[in-house]
């Protein structure tokens, strides 16, 4: 099998996921399921409705769509050979992966066997019955493709006692997919310094990385970068530690986990040490993983990591100036192209970020979908702002939002944080008495709301700040089930 985990800068992609399927076979049943679990999971996914007729030329929206998606999951089923159209969609899938730009094709065998695809009995009875239709050059050009395709890495389904459910299958693939998407503008060179300080010098003995830098500049978005590239190479243990403070204060935690990873090759991130006291405890504890053990700590303090022994460090710089771009660009217009009519606002803004990463995010997505004229409006508000207070800043985005959209993030911060996307929306279904789904994707697309690699809701600690303060201003605030004050007075939930 040929390994095609690329480490490269990526394009911003209109879609995540492009799914190739049969619809005959799996529309219905596995493909279904799986696009309803990668929209639970927030990924943007294209997935064709329509039913081809033989012979039919590929749309040009299709082709747009293969264009500008960043995964494609194939699922080969037992008739997909039997359309030119999916036929045709494989080849233009591979024709896009060979271009790089850091895609990745995810092939599912849904009850075929892998081994001489093209040459299997469905397969080759159906690529006979295409010579009625088509000359034996796009015939050759389709099988090749097939075998192409079989040489990737993939998931096989079988049938037999013993064997993994198909919901299990869906769930491997959103784990997967969740390591290929999430890798945000000026990820992959951030990444590649930390993995250079991590595998560098000899594998003897636990080596420790410091990741340090100002708030919010992207020291958690680099450690589970880093986190989720190596997540498949060869440690024992992988394990990410936050609230570590909380961890450390149960002594029975701590002797349980030590007890299992004591002398194992562990790959461990402990995030977010702000203490003294923590660190040496940390470290004391992480010279007691095996030899060849990777170790990352994030904090703001440089000082604190070297005054412990941490040489290694890498700290987090703020965007460059084409990076800020590409940020704004992209949450702006979900596009890697700009109008000149827009170029003098977006120098604005990254004037006035300085290239802060997520005041850039936070900007740049408040103003998707606006006019030049409605952008200078916006943009002097934040322009207004003294010392580019983030709160400040977050606030702006909160009240261009509709009413019900404001109440609504004021009810995942107080009581569905960090549960499942597909909770979330029952939940505000239940409350509310409407779909939420339109409203969760202004949320996700104005940046005040993010989905984790577990498919759980979360808010950035800057807008759970916000939020508070807000709430602290209204004595009370619309619905009595959201009511933030506890009868003590303090704060529910954030």
Not at 411 to 433: P, Q, R, S
């Amino acid at each position: 099998m040929q390994s095609f985990r690329r480490w490269v800068e990526p394009k911003a992609f209109r879609y995540d996921v492009f799914l190739s399927f049969r619809g005959w076979d799996t529309r219905f049943s596995f493909t279904g399921f799986l696009y309803k679990g990668l929209f639970d999971h927030g990924f943007r996914t294209f997935m064709d409705d329509r039913e081809i007729d033989k012979g039919s030329q590929i749309p040009q929206t299709l082709r747009e769509a293969i264009e500008d998606s960043r995964v494609f999951i194939v699922v080969l089923s037992a008739n997909f050979a039997s359309s030119s159209f999916c036929l045709d969609e494989v080849v233009l899938i591979l024709q896009e992966f060979a271009k790089g730009k850091g895609r990745w094709i995810l092939p599912v065998f849904y009850y075929v066997d892998p081994s001489h695809l093209a040459d299997s009995d469905s397969y080759k009875r159906a690529l006979e019955d295409q010579t009625e239709w088509f000359d034996s050059q796009r015939i050759q050009i389709w099988k090749t493709a097939l075998s192409k395709l079989a040489t990737f890495s993939g998931l096989r389904l079988i049938r037999r006692n013993g064997s993994i459910l198909e919901y299990q299958y869906i769930e491997l693939i959103l784990k997967e997919v969740s390591r290929h998407v999430t890798c945000p503008v000026g990820l992959s060179h951030r990444m590649s310094k930390v993995n250079k300080l991590l595998f560098s010098g000899s594998d003897v003995g636990v080596h420790m990385v410091g990741i340090c830098g100002e708030a919010r500049i992207g020291k958690t978005t680099v450690a589970r970068g880093v986190y989720n590239f190596n997540s498949d190479t060869g440690f024992d243990h992988y394990c990410y530690f936050y609230n570590v403070g909380d961890i450390l204060s149960q002594s029975r935690f701590v002797n349980e986990g030590m007890a299992i990873l004591n002398q194992k090759k562990v790959f461990a991130i402990f995030e977010d040490i702000n203490d003294s006291k923590q660190l040496k405890n940390i470290i004391e504890l992480a010279y007691q993983f095996g030899s060849g053990s990777k170790v990352i700590i994030t904090a703001r303090n440089k000082g604190l990591l070297q005054s412990h022994g941490i040489e290694s460090i890498y700290e987090v710089e703020r965007f460059s100036k084409t990076e800020a771009f590409q940020l704004l660009i992209l949450k702006s217009f979900n596009s890697t192209s700009v109008s000149a009519d827009y170029v003098t606002i977006f120098n604005r803004v990254e004037t006035y970020a300085l290239g802060h990463p997520w005041t850039l995010e936070v900007i740049g997505s408040n103003l998707s979908g606006k006019s030049v004229e409605n952008c200078e409006s916006a943009l002097l508000k934040y322009e207004s702002i003294t010392n580019r207070d983030i709160q400040k800043i977050l606030e702006e985005s909160f009240n261009a939002l509709e009413k019900c959209q404001q109440e609504m993030l004021i009810h995942i911060a107080l009581k569905l944080k960090e549960l499942e996307l597909g909770v979330v929306e029952d939940e505000l279904c239940n409350y509310y008495k409407v779909c939420p789904k339109k409203d969760i994707r202004v949320l996700l697309d104005k940046s005040l709301i993010k989905i984790n690699e577990h498919g759980q809701v979360t808010l950035h600690p800057s807008t759970q700040d916000m939020i508070r303060d807000k709430i602290a201003r209204f004595e009370e605030y619309g619905k009595q089930e959201i009511q933030p004050v506890s009868k003590n007075g303090s704060m529910i939930g954030i």
